[in-house]
Nanobody, 116 residues
Framework: QVQLVESGGGLVQAGGSLRLSCAAS????????MGWYRQTPGTQRELVAT???????NYADSVKGRFTISSDNAKNTVYLQMTSLKCDDTAVYYC??????????WGQGIQVTVSS
């Protein structure tokens, strides 16, 4: 079983920055993909950004140029640097890690609130 612990959320003014972290622990042989998703009340969870082994990253159009995903493989940790935050970025952010031996784990979610 793989556990994920997220940190770094909170309240920030529009235009500000936050950095989310997600550390994975447990039985991990290798990690294939790490990512961040977000969800607001009454909507489906949506992709924010993912990064795969080898470093290739993918972003939602709404965050391109403002958010940067990165990982520290030695620490099994993924980060999301968020800049130029907008009120529309307000959501619960979830970390997701997929790897071996055959796991697909989600974090508990962390609140990010952007005020005008």
């Amino acid at each position: 079983q793989v556990q994920l612990v997220e940190s770094g959320g909170g309240l920030v003014q529009a235009g500000g920055s936050l950095r989310l972290s997600c550390a994975a622990s447990g039985k991990i042989f290798s990690i294939n993909r790490m990512g961040w998703y977000r969800q607001t009340p009454g909507t489906q969870r949506e992709l924010v950004a993912t990064i795969i082994s080898g470093g290739y990253s993918n972003y939602a159009d709404s965050v391109k140029g403002r958010f940067t995903i990165s990982s520290d493989n030695a620490k099994n940790t993924v980060y999301l640097q968020m800049t130029s935050l907008k009120c529309d970025d307000t959501a619960v952010y979830y970390c997701n890690v997929v790897g071996r031996p055959s796991f697909d784990s989600w974090g508990q979610g962390i609140q990010v609130t952007v005020s005008s």
